[in-house]
């Protein structure tokens, strides 16, 4: 028998439900707005805690619904991630390479944010967050094969234009 405790299982996904949440809308007030009622909703369905196997899927799932209601909802999604300052390990004091860096890490988040919804969705589980497929396959309700397909496909797609800008140089 297990014992779900909203405080100690459910509030600590918070962030895990924002960044799916943002990944899907790519507004930050829309996402804290899904995370609350997310959460809300969870806690509400706290008599049948103990039927779900897994509190941090259910809660993942909840989150990405109502992400995707809320895109259908306001239309088709016009406005980009806003830009934050990126951290890097890079001990270059060099402006240029400063800027370059920030410009491909630009380059690549709106690379993301133009994917498909399902792409950015699984991306998002597996690269950002760290969830097995398995796991990846009961949030979004797809196959683990489906999967693995949609993960390739963001991979390649990212890579493939990322190659293309850069060879540019833009």
């Given amino acids: ?32 707005d899904i995370v609350q009622d997310t959460l809300i909703k969870v806690w509400n369905k706290r008599d049948s805690w103990e039927e779900i196997d897994s509190i941090e899927a259910f809660s993942l799932t909840i989150c990405r619904n109502l992400a995707l209601d809320c895109v259908k909802r306001h239309g088709h999604l016009a406005e980009s991630l806003e830009e934050r300052p990126v951290e890097t390990s890079d001990h270059s004091s060099n402006p240029f390479e400063k800027t370059l860096q920030r410009d491909r890490v630009e380059l690549v988040r709106n690379i993301v944010n133009a994917l498909p919804e399902k792409q950015r969705s699984c991306m998002q589980l597996r690269d950002f967050e760290g969830k097995a497929y398995k796991e990846i396959a009961e949030i979004l309700d797809i196959s683990e094969e489906q999967v693995k397909i949609n993960i390739f496909r963001a991979r390649q797609t990212v890579k493939e234009r990322f190659k293309r800008y850069d060879n540019y140089g833009l």
């Fill in 1 to 32: 028998m297990k014992n779900i405790s909203f405080r100690n299982d459910v509030l600590p996904l918070k962030n895990v439900l924002y960044r799916l949440a943002l990944r899907i809308t790519l507004s930050h007030e829309e996402a804290e």
